[in-house]
T-cell receptor
C-alpha cells in the first residue's frame, strides 16, 4: 500500500499558484518525498524530491513540514499544461530496490 | 542527454502468445525498473534490475520476467498472455546506487491483448 494520502482532485485557476498537499505520517528518517506527474497516458514525469529541507527547482517548490509528516507541492503559476495527475511518493534508502509505490494521486485541473 | 526509450510503443497480441518489451535507459543509469499501469490497479511495480541483477520484485506471477544486459538495456517478457495483461508498461531508469533514487520514466508500451 502507498504510504501517502492525497486528495483525489483539485482545481486551480490558470496563472494562480497550485498547492497540492500530501500526508505521509508514517515516514521514517531516511525516506525521501518524491513528486511526479502524469499527463494523460504519458510516462510519469519527475518533478522534485526532498528529505527535510524545502526544495525549489525550475518546475516547482516542495515544502516539507518540520515533523516531516506532510508536504506541499507548489506550482507557482499554473498553466493549462499543468493539468495532470500528481503523485506523492515516499521511498527510502532501505528500499534498496527502489520500488516506488504509487497511490491514486491528485488529479489537478487547471481552469482557464 | 537522451531520455528513456521504450520499444515498441504499441503492440497487439492474442491470448496465449508471449511478448517482449524493450527499454533503453538514460546514458550512465544502471538501474531499470518496470511498472504496469491499468485503469483498475493504477501504477504497480513489477521488478527492478541493477547491474544485470534483479534487485527487487513486485507481486506479479512468474509469467512476468525480465533481464538486463551489460549496457543496462532491459527487456521484460510476458508469457501466456491473458486479457488482463492489457496495460501500459512503463520503464524507469536511475543511477541506482544510492538514495535518493530519482527515476526517469519512458513513454511506455501500450499492450493490448485480444
Amino acid at each position: 500500500d502507498a504510504k501517502t494520502t492525497q486528495p483525489p482532485s483539485m482545481d486551480c485557476a490558470e496563472g494562480r499558484a497550485a498547492n497540492l498537499p500530501c500526508n505521509h505520517s508514517t515516514i521514517s528518517g531516511n525516506e525521501y518525498v518524491y513528486w511526479y506527474r502524469q499527463i494523460h497516458s504519458q510516462g510519469p514525469q519527475y518533478i522534485i524530491h526532498g528529505l527535510k529541507n524545502n526544495e525549489t527547482n525550475e518546475m516547482a517548490s516542495l515544502i516539507i513540514t518540520e515533523d516531516r509528516k506532510s508536504s506541499t507541492l507548489i506550482l507557482p503559476h499554473a498553466t493549462l499544461r499543468d493539468t495532470a495527475v500528481y503523485y506523492c511518493i515516499v521511498s527510502g534508502a532501505d528500499n534498496y530496490g527502489q520500488n516506488f509505490v504509487f497511490g491514486p494521486g491528485t488529479r489537478l485541473s487547471v481552469l482557464p | 542527454k537522451a531520455g528513456v526509450t521504450q520499444t515498441p510503443r504499441y503492440l497487439i497480441k492474442t491470448r496465449g502468445q508471449q511478448v517482449t518489451l524493450s527499454c533503453s535507459p538514460i546514458s550512465g543509469h544502471r538501474s531499470v525498473s518496470w511498472y504496469q499501469q491499468t485503469p483498475g490497479q493504477g501504477l504497480q511495480f513489477l521488478f527492478e534490475y541493477f547491474s544485470e541483477t534483479q534487485r527487487n520484485k513486485g507481486n506479479f506471477p512468474g509469467r512476468f520476467s525480465g533481464r538486463q544486459f551489460s549496457n543496462s538495456r532491459s527487456e521484460m517478457n510476458v508469457s501466456t498472455l491473458e486479457l488482463g495483461d492489457s496495460a501500459l508498461y512503463l520503464c524507469a531508469s536511475s543511477l541506482g546506487q544510492t538514495s535518493p533514487y530519482e527515476q526517469y520514466f519512458g513513454p511506455g508500451t501500450r499492450l493490448t491483448v485480444t
